[in-house]
């Protein structure tokens, strides 16, 4: 069975198919947000450049859509009647290479979560939200040097910021 469309209408509707700022990133993001936690987007210095970075965490979250990284016994991840071949490399190549950036993460000591597109209910977000806080980044885990000059500072400020306890004048 042939397209529906020709060879340049199909190619100009895939390439506006996006890989950033999708529907399921938004909604996640806007969630994440609203309940006051912050996040990098994107981070190309980490294997598969991660949806969602939430260093103060250790995690990261990737927004799959399901029929691109076949979600596993969801409806929407379906292969196409066309074009077999092609689609069948394409889609098991997505998620060999879920698995390896997954792995690579896990080998860096960063937590892996995965919100599907067709699971972004409120009960998915809230569970994604309390996995990622419940469970903040392990302790024996070695800080960076921006996060250990940014605790320095603060403390030193702290310390020189003490109000005078006689006065309760703030002294520098």
């Known amino acids: ?12 509707m895939m390439s506006r198919i996006r890989d950033r700022d999708t529907k399921p990133e938004l909604i996640i993001r806007r969630y994440l947000h609203r309940h006051g936690l912050r996040y990098r987007l994107h981070v190309r210095d980490l294997p598969g450049a991660p949806d969602i970075v939430l260093p103060r965490h250790g995690a990261v979250v990737f927004a799959h859509g399901c029929f691109w990284h076949q979600h596993p016994g969801c409806r929407f991840a379906y292969q196409p009647k066309s074009n077999v071949e092609f689609w069948r490399k394409k889609l098991s190549g997505n998620v060999e290479r879920d698995a390896r950036t997954e792995a690579a993460l896990r080998g860096m000591g960063w937590r892996v979560f995965t919100a599907w597109e067709c699971r972004l209910g409120n009960v998915e977000l809230d569970e994604l939200r309390q996995a990622v806080v419940g469970l903040s980044a392990p302790e024996d885990r070695i800080p960076d040097a921006r996060s250990l000059r940014r605790q320095n500072r603060a403390h030193a400020l702290s310390r020189k910021r003490a109000p005078d306890r006689a006065s309760g004048r703030v002294t520098v």
């Open 1 to 12: 069975m042939g397209d529906i469309v020709d060879r340049e209408t199909r190619s100009r």
